[in-house]
């Protein structure tokens, strides 16, 4: 049986803050090579998702390498009546064997969604994914393995993220995929049909890169520059205008990715800010971090800090204090912020400075 991870993450406390409108959409740019498999579609898993009981609720592909990293996100309600098998699975189509290592997850079995969204965040941004053994390690030419399967409750999310990594000696040729079955003594390495119809606008595709960093302009080279004593300013993350990177477009399989990954489920994003004092008084400023359109939650670390679950937030009038950063006259001081959106809640968000 996989291993149920710990969540023992701490949770910010919600305050209010002033309603500041962001006077900045920050530009996205990729910042790692990790491949990125999104399972959100279909959210809610029925009996007509399945043909003849067995599902392939997303998948990916990449021919021509020697070794490929993953993060695998997964987000499925079973809503069948009944227990459901779910699991991830790879199908070795080249000649030489494939080697599956390095599994760590953070997946869980429960009906509290907002708070498994929270864990969820708050591993990816804290680094804390739970390792775990891989059922197969090793799968040959023309086989399928498996990666790790659970027995879903009716009723119940599975729901959560997996890294692993996966090898050989030669150029590969693979499939990994999200797959279900409706009878839990199914082999899920048998399950090979087309992928299940969408039943929802929530996201799901394959994209080369799994993290974000955020930049205060089109060319990537600028942080947030914030003058203390200039008032109350924000900047817009998950902003659906020039940070919308995982876009159907440029997914595996397009025809049926849906929607995009506006919202950055599964994703650490960074966000660089440059504070510059130019007065010539010391200067206090404080940073928080709120929704932008319903609300929101999920994680955040301050620079290489600790890592804080975000409760769920009213939009634009609550938020969490991120830190409070003094900075002398005539001086600037480069941060950096890192904040993962929770499953089940909104994902606009806002980086709020306060002096």
Known sequence: ????????????????IPNV?????????????????MSDNPESVYTNNFTNGTAVLWHDSVSGQTTVYYR?????????????????????????????????????????????????????VGSS???????????????????????VPNGQIVGGTLEFQISSSAAMSYKVRTVASTNTSTNL???????????????????????????????????????????NKAYAINNNVNDNIMVKKDSYDEANAIATNKGHYGVVYKTPITLRNPTTTDRTVKIYLTGRGGSYGGAVRWNNGTTYKVPKLASSTEGVLVATVKVPKGTSVNHEIYTSTAGSLSTPAAIVCIS
């Open 1 to 16: 049986m996989p291993k149920i991870p710990t969540c023992t993450t701490n949770e910010l406390d919600a305050v209010t």
């Open 21 to 37: 409108a962001p006077t900045l959409n920050l530009y996205g740019q990729r910042n790692n090579t990790r491949r990125f498999l």
């Open 72 to 124: 695998v996100y997964v987000w499925h309600v079973n809503k069948t009546g009944a227990p459901m098998k779910f699991g991830v699975t790879i199908g070795n189509a080249g000649a030489s064997p494939i080697t599956v290592s390095n599994l760590q997850h953070c997946v869980a079995l429960t009906t509290n969604y907002i708070g498994q969204g929270q864990c969820t965040a708050a591993s990816l």
């Open 129 to 151: 994914l739970t390792s775990d053994t891989i059922i197969d390690t090793s799968v040959a030419a023309g086989k399928v393995g498996l990666i790790q399967e659970w027995t």
């Open 189 to 231: 390495r048998t399950i090979n049909n087309k992928v299940a119809d969408a039943n929802s606008d929530h996201p799901r595709g394959s994209w080369p890169f799994s993290n974000i960093t955020g930049f205060a302009n089109s060319t990537f080279s600028q942080n947030i520059i914030y003058d203390l004593g200039s008032g």
